[in-house]
T-cell receptor, first 112, second 115 residues
């Protein structure tokens, strides 16, 4: 079946360091979304990428969608303690089904 | 608060019992989703509604699971003859079809513990 994997599974960084999580799908995706989930909380939508090679920025966060639309990445510059949480990518394999397959997630801890 | 509302937030039930969860999406959101999440895992897709029509359903769901959205507003998810493996957080989410980015808003979830 369709799978979406993320690496690394865990990442501990010192405050101020950069952080990157990578998302890889076993199949081509129509689009990909990214979410952040704080401990004990629910997923919060961050962004959606649709076009091959697309790059979007939100303040310190940079999102990329691969040329083949099978992989994506999220990069955080100069992490802050408020960045703590688990970051999930979620891919929609077939456009219009709205059946999003979530990745395995990367749990980020930021040490002050 | 005008976010996605779920009820109950927590449910403990004995194996074999039926449980029902309710979800009230954000007003005017015509897309509604149900996901299941276990500790340390990403949310797992269960089903999707466009208005009152159930358009997608995971093959992972057994016949014990059923979801409805009778008037295109609130939705219910029923689990019959619960098993210990059903213990998880059940997440409801909604979005608006006029939103080109399809921003999906999740509720805080309903925790189910089957003992």
């Amino acid at each position: 079946g369709q799978q979406v994997m993320q690496i690394p599974q865990y990442q501990h960084v010192q405050e101020g360091e950069d952080f990157t999580t990578y998302c890889n799908s076993s199949t081509t995706l129509s689009n990909i979304q990214w979410y952040k989930q704080r401990p004990g909380g629910h997923p919060v939508f961050l962004i959606q990428l649709v076009k091959s090679g697309e790059v979007k920025k939100q303040k310190r966060l940079t999102f990329q969608f691969g040329e083949a639309k099978k992989n994506s990445s999220l990069h955080i510059t100069a992490t802050q303690t408020t960045d703590v949480g688990t970051y999930f990518c979620a891919g929609e394999p077939y456009s219009g089904t709205y059946k999003y397959i979530f990745g395995t997630g990367t749990r980020l801890k930021v040490l002050a | 608060d005008t976010g996605v509302s779920q009820d109950p937030r927590h449910k403990i039930t004995k194996r074999g019992q039926n449980v029902t969860f309710r979800c009230d999406p954000i007003s005017e959101h015509n897309r509604l989703y149900w996901y299941r999440q276990t500790l340390g895992q990403g949310p797992e897709f269960l089903t999707y509604f466009q208005n009152e029509a159930q358009l997608e359903k995971s093959r992972l769901l057994s016949d014990r699971f059923s979801a409805e959205r009778p008037k295109g507003s609130f939705s219910t998810l029923e689990i019959q003859r619960t098993e210990q493996g059903d213990s998880a957080m059940y997440l409801c989410a909604s979005s608006l079809d006029r939103d080109w980015e399809n921003t999906i808003y999740f509720g805080e979830g309903s925790w189910l513990t089957v003992v």
